[in-house]
């Protein structure tokens, strides 16, 4: 692989709500999506993900760890997905799967995953680009690189107590600061969609946050997330035949 594309992209488009600017105006850290910067892509192709074996998901294990420093904290937990992109199915040996996902949990506050469906999926997740503006969507920006459309979203939600633990529901971001920041879940999700098919993503999420730095300072690795879905070795890995 001699060729190394450009990083700058060949177009950018950037979407972030009205009420999501209140928030970071008024933080000191700017969430950063529409800025960051991509690595360069070093594959030299336009791959689409294939099916999963068990060699693509010690691949997706490394990279978690080698890019995501502070996934390192946390235990490592590999998933294969069954067709459905839901049910947990076991993996080894030649048997392949169409999606999957790898998780760092770090205490009670914060997780790291990364996820990938092959082109063949039925679960490859949305369409490349920024999705339509939705209430708890707080920013958004979207651009090509010579690895495929990258999409970064930064997303608030709050808990749900009376729907069972764990769950959370959409809130606007002009209502966050009425929120107990203990019921805070903010996200940052890093999307490659691959020119051929298929989708690597990467995603921190932050359970409760200290108040004044509600979604701006939450985060501690989005650049390594941007990183992470760019990997060369994860991208030759998935792309294989």
Not at 43 to 53: F, H, S, Y
Not at 124 to 148: I, K, M, N
Not at 172 to 198: M, N, Q, S
């Amino acid at each position: 692989m001699s060729e190394i594309p450009s990083p700058r992209s060949a177009s950018t488009s950037s979407r972030l709500s009205g009420a999501g600017l209140l928030i970071l105006a008024a933080s000191l850290v700017i969430a950063g999506v529409a800025t960051t910067e991509a690595q360069p892509s070093r594959t030299g192709t336009r791959p689409q993900v294939v099916a999963l074996d068990s060699h693509g998901l010690d691949a997706m294990a490394a990279a978690l760890v080698d890019d995501v420093r502070s996934a390192r904290m946390g235990r490592l937990r590999v998933v294969a997905l069954a067709d459905d992109g839901v049910s947990h199915v076991p993996q080894s040996g030649d048997a392949r799967v169409q999606s999957a996902f790898v998780l760092s949990r770090i205490g009670n506050n914060r997780e790291f995953r990364l996820y990938v469906a092959s082109a063949a999926s039925r679960n490859d997740g949305p369409s490349a680009g920024c999705p339509d503006a939705t209430t708890s969507l707080v920013a958004c920006s979207e651009r090509e690189t010579g690895d495929g459309v990258e999409v970064i979203e930064t997303w608030v939600s709050v808990a749900l107590p009376e729907a069972g633990p764990g769950k959370y529901t959409a809130i606007a971001p002009v209502d966050v600061g009425a929120a107990p920041a203990e019921d805070l879940r903010v996200e940052r999700v890093v999307r490659l969609f691959l020119p051929g098919g298929g989708m690597v993503s990467a995603r921190e999420t932050v359970f409760g946050v200290e108040s004044g730095n509600v979604v701006a300072a939450a985060f501690v690795e989005s650049g390594s997330l941007v990183e992470l879905v760019h990997d060369p070795t994860l991208l030759t890995s998935l792309t294989a035949s």
